[in-house]
């Protein structure tokens, strides 16, 4: 039926100016600024809890985020908006992530003297000569991430430290996966940077190097439970357990989605809707169907999925680091997050410690399926076997699987994601923001700023071009020295010398 829905709480709305598919950090910014415009959002969330990937669960006391999230941004809108829903609410947290490679651990990004003091003479003049090679002799047509990190950090370098963690991370190899990730998540860095930041001021620091973020006190999903709650305050409503399970359509214009809540189906229509479900997802639930070349284009896009294996360790302190990247090729874990080193307050007992252990997989394949209890055992085996943890000092554990967290960006995506784009774009009361719903290696603050500015082309008319953000490669990587970060606000419609040139992580904290 269309008209009324119920909320979680069991109240009715009328129909909603707006629907809001996915309550993570692009849906529920859409809806919070909806309600600043003084429009009715609802929000539609599959999940049992807001955030997305940006979400923080809880066993026993003890509180896991899915995956790091720093809270660092270019963006003054973005800056203004966490600090109006969280207030006082953030502390400001140290960054050390570093790289455990043969039971050594590595600055992160590599550091010139760290790096070739913790590999010792011989590999050193390896990595030496061969990033002189490189230099000299690099790839003309840069088309691969193995090409862009051998052109500025020599084979040798991309061997030891780039090789072994981004295959664990894609399940692909380092030949099919497109330069423009490297581009955009590591641009700035390069051998010759770090060594030069190393003697001499420039005048300006790559960001990956920044030395503390703000974080909510008990995670990021307290950022996004408050606005949810904030939401409702302001008259919207945030349905959870809830899945779009058809997008109704006539023409170029959206009519209703249909919506399951338990057992009970329904149609909600709405005068424009916002999705950050998965695109793909979003294209094969129309009715009536896309044309087949654009289905046959979603088949192109493919994600990689992660689970993480919370271990309660019975010790105070591990590593110094929030999060390390794993470097060794016998275990299949790629990255550990240490929540405690985050927030204290993300473990209730301060003589323990608890560790999330991040394993890139695919959805059903041999690890996704594995139970909860063998990849506890795993997850206590590999760090026993690498010498992080002792296995003895492993008192409990949790798992928790996350579809669809990376859309990987390999040799067919590019082709494939204009093709359902110019297909998207056609409809003129629908707007696809966030990571998922844009297919884009979006960090947090990449994904509000699209929410932000889909609202704005809804409600205002304006004509902000979504795609836009996280395009211009040559600046989000960098910020001024001494730690002043460089703000500034849209300029022009296609977002040319704008705000939307913002941080970026290589091999992801976001």
């Known amino acids: 039926m269309h008209g009324a829905v119920s909320s979680r709480d069991g109240?009715?709305?009328?129909?909603?100016?707006?629907v809001v598919?996915?309550?993570?950090?692009a849906?529920?910014?859409?809806?919070?600024?909806?309600?600043?415009?003084?429009?009715?959002?609802?929000?539609?969330?599959?999940?049992?809890?807001?955030?997305?990937?940006?979400?923080?669960?809880?066993?026993?006391?003890?509180?896991?985020?899915?995956?790091?999230?720093?809270?660092?941004?270019?963006?003054?809108?973005?800056?203004?908006?966490?600090?109006?829903?969280?207030?006082?609410?953030?502390?400001?947290?140290?960054?050390?992530?570093?790289?455990?490679?043969?039971?050594?651990?590595f600055a992160y990004p590599p550091q010139m003297w760290d790096a070739l003091t913790g590999l010792g003479f011989r590999e050193s003049l390896t990595v030496i000569f061969s990033y002189l090679k490189w230099q000299t002799f690099p790839h003309r047509h840069v088309e691969s991430f193995e090409q862009w990190v051998t052109n500025n950090f020599g084979r040798r370098l991309f061997q030891i430290f780039f090789k072994t963690y981004t295959e664990k991370v894609w399940g692909i190899p380092c030949t099919e996966l497109r330069a423009e990730w490297a581009a955009q998540r590591i641009k700035g860095l390069s051998l010759k940077t770090v060594a030069r930041n190393m003697v001499m001021k420039?005048?300006?620091?790559?960001?990956?190097?920044?030395?503390?973020?703000?974080?909510?006190?008990?995670?990021?999903?307290m950022m996004w439970q408050t606005a949810a709650n904030k939401i409702e305050e302001g008259g919207g409503r945030v349905m959870m357990e809830t899945d779009a399970i058809r997008i109704n359509r006539t023409g170029n214009r959206i009519d209703s989605v249909t919506i399951k809540t338990g057992d009970r189906i329904q149609d909600v229509a709405?005068?424009?809707?916002?999705?950050s479900m998965p695109i793909t997802?979003?294209?094969?639930?129309?009715?009536?169907?896309?044309?087949?070349?654009?289905?046959?284009?979603?088949?192109?896009?493919?994600?990689?999925?992660?689970?993480?294996?919370?271990?309660?360790?019975?010790?105070?302190?591990?590593?110094?680091?929030?999060?390390?990247?794993?470097?060794?090729?016998q275990v299949k874990v790629g990255r550990i997050q240490n929540f405690k080193n985050w927030s204290p307050e993300m473990v209730p007992d301060q003589s323990k410690t608890s560790l999330g252990l991040e394993y890139f997989c695919n959805e059903g394949d041999e690890l996704w399926d594995m139970s909860d209890e063998d990849l506890i055992k795993l997850g206590t085996k590999e760090m026993d076997e690498i010498g992080l943890i002792s296995a003895d000092k492993v008192i409990d554990g949790v798992v928790y699987r996350v579809p669809k967290t990376y859309p990987v960006y390999d040799t067919a995506y590019a082709e494939a994601l204009d093709m359902i784009r110019d297909y998207l774009e056609q409809f003129e009361n629908l707007k696809t923001v966030g990571r998922n719903g844009m297919h884009r290696y979006n960090n947090q603050d990449h994904s509000m700023l699209t929410a932000i500015y889909a609202v704005r082309n809804l409600v205002l008319g304006e004509t902000h071009n979504l795609w836009d953000i996280n395009t211009e490669q040559e600046y989000h990587e960098e910020r001024l020295a001494p730690g002043r970060i460089e703000r500034k606000e849209p300029q022009s419609d296609n977002f040319k010398n704008s705000e939307l040139k913002v941080e970026a992580v290589a091999a992801s904290s976001d």
Not at 47 to 59: F, H, K
Not at 270 to 275: R, T, V
């Open 270 to 275: 709405a005068d424009a809707f916002i999705s």
């Open 281 to 329: 997802e979003l294209v094969k639930k129309m009715e009536p169907a896309a044309p087949q070349n654009v289905l046959d284009a979603v088949e192109q896009l493919k994600y990689r999925d992660f689970l993480t294996v919370c271990l309660i360790v019975d010790q105070k302190e591990t590593f110094p680091d929030n999060w390390i990247y794993i470097h060794e090729e």
């Open 27 to 105: 849906g529920l910014t859409a809806a919070y600024e909806l309600n600043r415009y003084e429009k009715t959002p609802l929000v539609l969330e599959k999940d049992r809890i807001v955030g997305g990937i940006a979400r923080t669960e809880s066993y026993k006391g003890f509180k896991f985020d899915m995956g790091g999230h720093r809270f660092f941004t270019k963006s003054q809108t973005v800056q203004d908006f966490w600090e109006e829903i969280l207030k006082d609410e953030f502390i400001t947290r140290p960054r050390l992530s570093r790289i455990y490679y043969k039971r050594r651990f």
């Open 11 to 18: 109240r009715h709305t009328p129909k909603p100016d707006i």
């Open 202 to 221: 420039t005048g300006r620091n790559v960001t990956t190097l920044i030395e503390e973020f703000e974080y909510p006190r008990q995670g990021p999903g």
């Open 21 to 25: 598919i996915g309550g993570g950090p």
